[in-house]
């Protein structure tokens, strides 16, 4: 009934009396055969039902729709195999009639078959069997590395960024086996990759996961995004593995602020540095507008409701066009959600009416807030500008880089909670009629941006959520995407942002819950200088100069250090059952004797290997070794699983993140966050994961506090949620969500020569 | 002397004793000799003196340093001609050593030279005479057309749009002679177009340069875009004519709100319409970035300056670095306006520190606004929210759309006037010290995005201020790199916002005053609707039907519109000496009658020409009468005048507009414009030219006032400058300079299939 033909793409081909069921049957067997890797639907047109269509799986459909003079045609030249003259000449005779739309030449009422339609349909062949032939299996790939020579003393950060010439962007992803139509440049060293790879690669096993997150840092930072990409340097660069660093896109709010660039530093860094600190591709700016297009669709609706009766808003929002009123889907769904189950306009009643056309916000309950790419002051009321937030703050952000692909980030876009009504009702996106809007404004902003390192690894810049109100993570399909270019032997770094007691904790209860992905290693950043601030060492402060305890060596500060705040983020990381390499990011001031004591007192903390990196310094050869320690780290089983299961209420949940993470001997709730507890377990919500914001500057809530704390009982101040993205995120004492601008910003040294184009001031 | 050698490359070979003036003198001569089309310094190393290499013109410099030995091997093969297997065998020689950039082989010191460095002086030599000869031929360009095949009934936009193919836009680029060095894709269908292309063109001669204007419009609009685009298609797929669209970028407020997209329409289109309605390639993010630094930087300096000591707020503005205070660049211009030569921070006198740390920025006279890709509601103050604007308002807008290059635009960008301090002193954004980031920020999107029509003629869409406060028109630099792109014989068909009275009127008096471009043609269109409405026809409003007399025949009333609003736009564009074709848009309800009426009667009123257009049902097919009338009419002398010249007192270019252009018997100056004014003369503003902000639907200030008011008197409300921009700008009348969004705005119908990532709802 089944005839193979050549390359394994088989045809359908059945007398006229088979019955629908018995052809779907048919179809069905091939669907889950391994074997066969194509098929041809070669029936009498009457057969070529939908049903019959939609069961064919898209990845074996090589030509939707068949019939038996084209798959005689085919069949004959496929006896000789898919040989490149035969494929050149198919795209030739397709060159020379021009390059019309399959879909115009394959129409079902056809019924002969001139040379075009054939040589289309051969293509659909052809392609389909690349497809398949690059889709299954796993190869090494052919980067050509960027030789690296360090000098010394380490230049600038764009100095050296500037040194490097990058790969042309399609060469990269050529290299690691994107297809061309796959990819979407933007210039010539970034470009977006499009997510049907991951139709494409389905099959293929997804390569080793690994975390990069830190010690509880100083003000400083302790250098978590340089370790991420000295690591994959070294890895694809010196150890010759398929490997793919994951990076948050930074906010301009630092860049232009206090922080500078984010693209890493020294020796390791993602270059261009400034595509990579400046516009990128758009994504941020996508998120702007987005959120802004709430904002305005909520300003909008609150004034024509405090101006309009039932009946003129509800003869505006359902018009009558050619004397027809319908209601759009987007409102069909808001009808829904009221209980309504009427849609034809004519036969609402007044009342069903009325509670369709009024949202009814309370404009005390609006707490959608307007983004900015930049960040603003927190100005007392009687100065001007009321609040604003920052782009990356905004719960699309949070969406972007938990979605799962186009359908799942509409879906939780439409479900983002803006306020509530009067009586208490939350009011959504798609109340506001926007979600459709939003997800046209986002649909290129969820490809990742593909970009390289200095020694020409790929990266992948993707979303960049805050790590305070929002889980601090790149994006799901990022690692997704990566994972499956690794493959099976192949490796995909990416890195959670502050301390593993956050940013960590949130990537494995939030991010990993959302993805479904098992991380194999973590790997601890430290730094001797975090460890002596935690050894009980003098305060560290941006702009002021280093006391010299830092400076000079100080074995027991260090050991102070390694023995409180070191050991407790390793034992966090175990509670999670995964292993953990602890990587020392060498400072020059750092002795051997603390480097050796580091390392010595990681190990007997439980960490699985721990190793200095010199990447700063030295580029992926300064992180050869844990590159080493992580390769042989991740051929240890790890047992992973959640702290907590999402049936657990919401206060048992912070309850265990406060205690077990945090080493809280309780918490202690305000009025309001219990009655928010209340109120979202009485909507429903009660089964979302928790996203604390909490300082970063200790495991406790007071900043000071360094070390391990204990015998502190953890205050929450508040709650809010955010829905569309899935969590709930308890406020823990006095955190800002909302930093400013310095007396001498960033952006003073900032500058551009109009004739050679360079770039100062970014470091 | 100089001895010639192949292919017009010359080389200076003097001896030893040659004084510095005299290799200048030889330099000097074969800088204008137009026979040399290339020149090696074949010098002694120490005759390379700064001065002699800055004398050579760039273009002519083949190797800014050369030496013997290269000098003799290249001479040997350029003997042979500059034959593709000699540049070839060069690029493969540089292939196998490593692509190095060509100064680190170049330095002086060399004694020998490898067959590597001659390669790569072989290659600029190469390169430069390709440059050369693509730089200075006319040719016309091989452009393959779009086939379009029309429909009837028309489609959707979105459906006319998706159904045709655009070419790649590498393809696009290379037919109208880009190099490849000079376009930045940003996928598939845009390219950024680098302006180093106006170096390279700079002896071509500018082509053909066409402005399509209208009559004072309905509240639907006339269809100035789809004229403009259908022109073009006509020009190029019609006539095999070079020619080039230059568009605005639509604003997201109206493509969300109200008037859907903006891409033209019908089958006069740029494709992909989706691309252009949404993000394109990120400009009018990058001002809402841009001018949102501009607010933060203004909210932090006041707070700073509130709550610090002149001495604290020094301290941390000059900070010292390693023990050593410098200031910024930045901020030794700030020290010049204040008249303070000093720049040892150390001996700045207490006063001189306390005027250079104090802006001391007036809150009640910050004029700065926070920008938006979006339309806000204009609340009464009760309800939440502060006075934002829509991002295409802004000054970084208008800077973009006039700026002549990077260092023109970082000039405006710097002497923005963001508020007075409390003396009355304007504060520029220099003095905020975020004129380099500003340039930073709009680095790319400086450069203008290459598009193409439904039957792929090429567009540039570029910067899209509004028609109100700003001039409403695209870019200067758009138009100068198409005039170029076409060349002699080619047309450059641009775009004037809103009515002649304004948007031709602004076009002549700044754009054109500003980028010293002349018009050779103006296009002005008309509909028989609008016509019918000057002649006194019922009022026409956006979501009512039509009233009868616009859809049945009426020649009196289109009589009466000719002879009023059509006959005295005509006269305004004479007033500047251009000649005028009118393109009537012809609607399906249009009669013979009527289309030859308004011919008739546009030749009478001085018309060059006036022919029917029917670009929207038919694609540029329908537009080759137009086309044929404007390449008649450009042939045509033009004897181009402004209305005013700079040296006119503000007061009395107001009055001329006023009088000569709108018909008004005088204005009436508010006492706070009249303030203004001299305060703007007292700062030295007062030869910058006038940007009227009237109401579009009238050439009064009275939008209700329809065909040619008389007997009025134009009252300016207010005044406000562009200081950067370079224009003032008074407010005339009641016109609202923010609208909002309707009840049903358009986002309730705008949606994207996650499966298929089709997008509905843009129109």
């Not at 935690?534 to 941006?542: T, Y």
């Not at 100080?554 to 983020?569: A, D, E, I, P």
Request: proline share 7%; aromatic share 6%; charged share 20%.
């Amino acid at each position: 009934m089944a005839g193979k033909i050549g390359l394994n793409i088989t045809q359908i081909c059945l007398p006229r009396e088979c019955t629908e069921d018995e052809i779907i049957e048919e179809v069905l067997k091939l669907n889950e055969d391994p074997r066969v890797h194509g098929v041809y639907l070669h029936l009498p047109p009457a057969s070529l039902t939908s049903r019959v269509l939609n069961t064919l799986r898209p990845e074996k459909d090589v030509d939707g729709v068949s019939d038996l003079n084209v798959g005689r045609l085919v069949r004959g030249d496929m006896s000789q195999g898919f040989t490149p003259p035969l494929a050149n000449a198919v795209m030739e005779l397709l060159a020379r009639h021009g390059e019309q739309s399959p879909i115009q030449n394959h129409g079902r009422e056809m019924s002969g078959v001139g040379p075009l339609t054939a040589a289309l349909r051969m293509r659909n062949v052809v392609q389909s069997s690349s497809r398949w032939a690059q889709g299954q299996q796993y190869r090494p790939w052919t980067l050509r590395s960027l030789k690296l020579q360090p000098l010394s003393p380490v230049p600038s950060d764009i100095e050296i960024s500037r040194a490097q010439t990058p790969k042309p962007v399609d060469q990269l992803a050529q290299e690691i086996g994107l297809l061309q139509e796959e990819t979407e440049a933007y210039g010539r060293t970034k470009a977006k990759v499009r997510l049907s790879l991951l139709d494409r690669l389905r099959e293929q096993p997804d390569g080793k996961y690994v975390l990069v997150a830190g010690i509880t840092p100083t003000p400083l930072g302790e250098g978590k995004s340089t370790v991420v990409i000295g690591l994959v340097q070294a890895l694809s660069a010196h150890l010759k593995l398929n490997s793919f660093a994951c990076l948050r896109q930074p906010s301009q709010g630092p860049t232009f602020g206090v922080k500078g660039g984010a693209a890493g530093g020294g020796y390791a860094q993602v270059i261009p540095m400034e595509e990579f600190n400046l516009h990128l591709t758009g994504d941020i700016h996508a998120i702007t507008a987005a959120n802004n297009l709430v904002a305005a669709a909520i300003d909008a609706r609150m004034l024509h409701e405090a101006t309009q009766t039932d009946k003129a808003l509800y003869s505006r929002l359902v018009p009558s066009v050619n004397g027809v009123r319908r209601f759009s889907p987007i409102q069909i769904a808001r009808l829904c959600r009221l209980g309504i189950s009427e849609i034809d306009p004519r036969a609402l009643t007044p009342q069903e009416v009325s509670s369709f056309v009024r949202l009814d916000l309370d404009p005390a309950k609006v707490t959608w807030q307007r983004g900015r790419t930049l960040y603003n002051q927190l100005f007392p009321p009687p100065i001007f500008q009321p609040p604003h937030m920052i782009a990356v703050a905004s719960e699309i952000m949070a969406i972007l880089a938990l979605a799962d692909g186009l359908g799942d980030m509409k879906t939780r876009l439409g479900r983002m909670v803006v306020g509530s009504s009067r009586s208490g009702q939350p009011i959504t996106a798609e109340d506001l009629g926007v979600s459709g809007a939003l997800a046209v404004l986002m649909k290129d902003a969820i490809k990742p941006t593909l970009m390289q390192t200095l020694e020409g690894s790929p990266v992948f810049v993707h979303a960049g959520p805050f790590a305070n109100i929002a889980h601090g993570n790149s994006s799901v399909l990022a690692d997704k995407l990566a994972l499956k270019l690794v493959g099976e032997d192949g490796f995909v770094v990416t890195e959670a942002g502050f301390g593993a007691d956050i940013g960590m904790e949130k990537f494995f209860n939030i991010k990993c819950r959302a993805s479904g992905l098992r991380p194999n290693v973590v790997v601890l950043v430290a730094t001797v200088r975090a460890l002596k601030m935690h050894g009980g060492g003098p305060n560290v402060s941006a702009g002021s100069p280093l006391p010299r305890e830092y400076i000079d060596e100080n074995l027991s500060l260090v050991t102070k250090g390694c023995s409180s705040n070191l050991r407790k983020q390793i034992q966090i990381a175990h509670l999670f059952g995964v292993p953990v390499v602890v990587a020392l990011n060498v400072f020059k001031t750092d002795t051997q004797a603390e480097i050796d004591l580091v390392c010595q007192m990681a190990k007997e903390s439980g960490a699985a290997d721990a190793v200095p990196c010199h990447h700063w310094a030295r580029g992926g050869r300064g992180s050869v070794d844990l590159a080493q320690a992580v390769k042989q780290a991740s051929s240890q089983p790890s047992h992973f699983q959640f702290l907590y299961s999402q049936e657990t209420p919401i206060v048992e949940k912070i309850r265990m993140i406060a205690q077990k993470v945090y080493g809280a001997d309780d918490i202690e709730l305000s009025p309001e966050a219990q009655a928010k507890i209340d109120y979202y377990n009485q909507q429903g919500y009660g089964k979302l994961p928790i996203c604390m914001a909490k300082t970063h500057l200790s495991l406790s809530h007071l900043p000071e506090k360094k070390g391990t704390p204990t015998g502190f009982t953890l205050p929450i101040r508040d709650i809010r949620a955010s829905i569309g993205a899935g969590f709930i995120y308890p406020l823990v004492g006095t955190m800002s969500t909302m930093p400013g601008l310095p007396t001498r910003p960033c952006f003073y040294d900032i500058d551009l020569d109009p004739v050679t184009e360079e770039i100062t001031g970014l470091f």
